[in-house]
């Protein structure tokens, strides 16, 4: 290939800088490129994609730097690459046009669209010649070249139709006559149809590929806790556990692959991304409060590490993702041979290899990808050796295979730091030290907060971004990058007293509420109101790889109600649940966060003060406890600014204050008092 350059050069996406040397000449996304296409009557070719996604970098090494195929594409198109994560408000969009016209979607997504911008035509990968039931990417763009100059009225008719079908297909589950309450019918329906897509032998829900699902996973959590059916922690626990033993989680190094390929969560993309993490991060420490198995605990410690050792820049803010591929080949950094693995253990080997499925042959193309068959509680008795000698074994195995495969060529970092995805895991953090009171999370969380806060707010434009690398913020924040935001801070309260989190929520609360609500349906837009370069502004409910933006707000809206006093908040929230009560309760596998907003709702929140002498100590007995749908608020001495604290001190004593209802307790002094205080009330 001849040395190229183009528009994306001065890009700072990984992703963007891919494809900086393509033959195609990409712009990013912006006024040069759309008002270009408008200037020469071009139709608009929009590939989006993201650094760490395996099939982009397929599809660019067969065509995109292909000198043929870049010829016809700078000669009939104007081409725009887009990171999905710089831009996550159009790859909504344009994902949802290509759904809409073929049924399906994926990265990487390739879609026409007129001069305004508007898709008429699109799909996903397309291989440089015909193969799998597709046409060649060539093969497409002649026949949307021959459209566009042949029959551009009928294309513009299907782009304008198509448009409006999307606007329309943001309302869908939304009812314009919301119910009156949460029914209890409508949390055991949600639980009905989610077991009913549970897979009880593997874990997960639905068939290969599976996804985590964190947030099913977490409503089963809670609903084993307001109604101890069984079944419920048990299909929550399997899912975790069989992920934490698959191939989708890093034995040697921690931390989990984006989903597996297969329905045995053997076989995964090997990408990790920060949010998968920092969400069965919080999945597994609400776990492990359930249950004590010493599994979350191990896992949870080495994920983190993962997470600090890999994905964390000197700032404290996180990385976005890791490669799947390395030196051009899927999964290369991490799996091994049956060789390798004798040659470094040793003595060792024969156990090692037998408890992680290491074979001569192979688990996955002729190579091993580490995974457990057997726990290692029943595997080392088998062995005749005490689970603690097992895990001796195991550790040290481990480290001599991560110091090896330290060697190897890594695979690639996506290094843009994103508001959302760290505010996930800042929440990740703070469940972490609530589960397990180890203070360098909490520090971990403070500190990562403190870089979010001080590097994401444009004091120019007074507004906040969604991006930041190289010391520059960029792209006007998204409803899902204010959500979790919030979310983070309130968590962060939690465990550490500062109020002043509580009311930067409630500020960032009232900016979201002004700028992107739909007064229609009540719920928010993805996109603020002044943003100009999306042709609609849509709505996401759907709970998919992350939890939406509208889900995570109903969250925060109830949660700060009752912090401040706030029955604006209530209703609103309230409002925007009921009225996708239906459809949450027939689809929770799609709506999970959701579920769990209804599940709040439905059994009230528990409303915990601490205060007195002793309550930094006290806060963290209560915080390792498993009290879902709970507002915790822990305080030296009275605080009228927040009713939960105002005029509760003691001299000499540290009490805590249970209320539901704007009604509350006899104050008791510990922990196991409270547990059992509610537990009282909840039999009632």
């Given at each position: 290939m001849a040395d190229h350059s183009n528009h994306l050069i001065g890009e700072t996406s990984p992703y963007l800088l891919q494809h900086a040397h393509n033959p195609v000449q990409w712009y990013p996304w912006g006024e040069k490129a759309l008002a270009k296409a408008v200037e020469e009557d071009k139709p608009i070719l929009v590939s989006i994609g993201y650094a760490a996604c395996h099939w982009c970098h397929v599809m660019e090494k067969e065509s995109?730097?292909?000198?043929?195929?870049?010829?016809?594409?700078?000669?009939?198109?104007?081409?725009?690459?887009?990171?999905?994560?710089?831009?996550?408000?159009?790859?909504?969009?344009?994902?949802?046009?290509?759904?809409?016209?073929?049924?399906?979607?994926?990265?990487?997504?390739?879609?026409?669209?007129?001069?305004?911008?508007?898709?008429?035509?699109?799909?996903?990968?397309?291989?440089?010649?015909?193969?799998?039931?597709?046409?060649?990417?060539?093969?497409?763009?002649?026949?949307?070249?021959?459209?566009?100059?042949?029959?551009?009225?009928?294309?513009?008719?299907?782009?304008?139709?198509?448009?409006?079908?999307?606007?329309?297909?943001?309302?869908?589950?939304?009812?314009?006559?919301?119910?009156?309450?949460?029914?209890?019918?409508?949390?055991?329906?949600?639980?009905?149809?989610?077991?009913?897509?549970?897979?009880?032998?593997?874990?997960?829900?639905?068939?290969?590929?599976?996804?985590?699902?964190?947030?099913?996973?977490?409503?089963?959590?809670?609903?084993?806790?307001?109604?101890?059916?069984?079944?419920?922690?048990?299909?929550?626990t399997l899912s975790?556990?069989?992920?934490?033993?698959?191939?989708?989680?890093?034995?040697?190094?921690?931390?989990?692959?984006?989903?597996?390929?297969?329905?045995?969560?053997?076989?995964?993309?090997?990408?990790?991304?920060?949010?998968?993490?920092?969400?069965?991060?919080?999945?597994?420490?609400?776990?492990?409060?359930?249950?004590?198995?010493?599994?979350?605990?191990?896992?949870?410690?080495q994920t983190m590490d993962f997470v600090e050792r890999e994905l964390m820049s000197d700032e404290a803010g996180f990385f976005s993702a890791l490669d799947a591929d390395s030196e051009g080949v899927e999964g290369k950094y991490y799996v091994w041979s049956k060789q390798e693995v004798e040659q470094l253990l040793g003595d060792d080997a024969s156990f090692f290899c037998a408890y992680y499925d290491i074979s001569e042959h192979g688990n996955w193309e002729g190579k091993n990808i580490l995974r457990v068959i057997q726990p290692l509680q029943a595997f080392s008795a088998g062995y005749g050796l005490s689970i603690e000698k097992a895990e001796e074994i195991i550790t040290r195995c481990s480290a001599k295979l991560l110091e090896e495969r330290r060697k190897r060529v890594p695979p690639g970092l996506d290094d843009k730091i994103l508001l959302g995805w760290n505010a996930l895991m800042n929440t990740a953090c703070s469940k972490a030290f609530a589960a397990f009171g180890n203070e360098q999370y909490r520090q971990l969380a403070v500190r990562n907060m403190d870089f979010l806060l001080k590097n994401f707010f444009d004091e120019g434009n007074r507004e906040w971004k969604h991006g930041y690398k190289n010391g520059i913020a960029t792209n006007p924040a998204f409803l899902d990058d204010y959500a979790h935001l919030i979310q983070a801070l309130i968590h962060l309260q939690e465990i550490t007293g500062n109020t002043?989190?509580?009311?930067?929520?409630?500020?960032?609360?009232?900016?979201?509420?002004?700028?992107?609500?739909?007064?229609?349906?009540?719920?928010?837009?993805?996109?603020?109101?002044?943003?100009?370069?999306?042709?609609?502004?849509?709505?996401?409910?759907?709970?998919?790889?992350?939890?939406?933006?509208?889900?995570?707000?109903?969250?925060?809206?109830?949660?700060?109600?009752?912090?401040?006093?706030?029955?604006?908040?209530?209703?609103?929230?309230?409002?925007?649940?009921?009225?996708?009560?239906?459809?949450?309760?027939?689809?929770?596998?799609?709506?999970?966060?959701?579920?769990?907003?209804?599940?709040?709702?439905?059994?009230?929140?528990?409303?915990?003060?601490?205060?007195?002498?002793?309550?930094?100590?006290?806060?963290?007995?209560?915080?390792?406890?498993?009290?879902p749908d709970r507002v915790i608020q822990s305080s030296l001495a009275n605080n009228e600014t927040f009713p939960l604290l105002a005029g509760r001190y003691v001299a000499n004593q540290t009490n805590i204050y249970l209320c539901r209802d704007f009604s509350c307790k006899k104050p008791v002094q510990n922990a196991v008092e409270l547990t059992q205080l509610i537990d009282q009330e909840r039999k009632r």
């Open positions: 995109f730097e292909d000198e043929e195929t870049a010829a016809m594409m700078n000669e009939h198109f104007i081409n725009i690459k887009i990171d999905r994560e710089e831009r996550p408000d159009l790859d909504h969009i344009y994902m949802n046009a290509v759904q809409t016209m073929t049924g399906s979607g994926g990265w990487p997504l390739n879609v026409f669209l007129t001069p305004r911008r508007k898709p008429f035509y699109g799909g996903t990968y397309y291989p440089p010649a015909p193969a799998f039931n597709r046409p060649s990417w060539k093969q497409v763009l002649q026949g949307v070249i021959n459209a566009y100059y042949e029959k551009r009225d009928q294309l513009e008719k299907q782009a304008e139709n198509l448009t409006a079908q999307i606007v329309q297909s943001g309302n869908f589950g939304i009812s314009n006559q919301p119910q009156t309450e949460i029914a209890q019918a409508d949390i055991e329906n949600a639980y009905r149809n989610a077991m009913a897509s549970a897979d009880k032998v593997m874990g997960g829900f639905g068939a290969a590929p599976k996804f985590p699902q964190t947030f099913t996973i977490l409503f089963l959590l809670r609903y084993f806790y307001y109604t101890h059916n069984e079944e419920a922690r048990a299909q929550a975790l556990n069989s992920m934490i033993h698959g191939g989708i989680y890093d034995q040697v190094g921690g931390g989990f692959a984006r989903y597996s390929t297969d329905g045995e969560w053997l076989a995964p993309h090997f990408e990790k991304m920060l949010y998968d993490n920092a969400l069965l991060l919080s999945a597994m420490c609400e776990a492990w409060q359930v249950t004590h198995d010493r599994l979350y605990a191990k896992t949870v410690a002043g989190y509580l009311l930067k929520a409630k500020q960032l609360s009232e900016w979201v509420i002004d700028r992107f609500t739909d007064e229609e349906s009540g719920l928010f837009f993805y996109t603020h109101r002044n943003q100009q370069d999306v042709i609609i502004r849509i709505k996401e409910i759907y709970d998919g790889a992350t939890a939406s933006g509208n889900a995570t707000m109903a969250w925060n809206l109830l949660y700060l109600s009752l912090i401040f006093d706030n029955s604006a908040f209530k209703s609103k929230a309230g409002r925007m649940v009921t009225s996708l009560a239906a459809v949450v309760s027939r689809y929770p596998t799609s709506f999970g966060m959701w579920a769990m907003v209804m599940q709040g709702i439905y059994y009230g929140k528990n409303e915990i003060a601490i205060v007195g002498d002793r309550y930094n100590e006290i806060l963290s007995d209560v915080l390792a406890c498993y009290i």
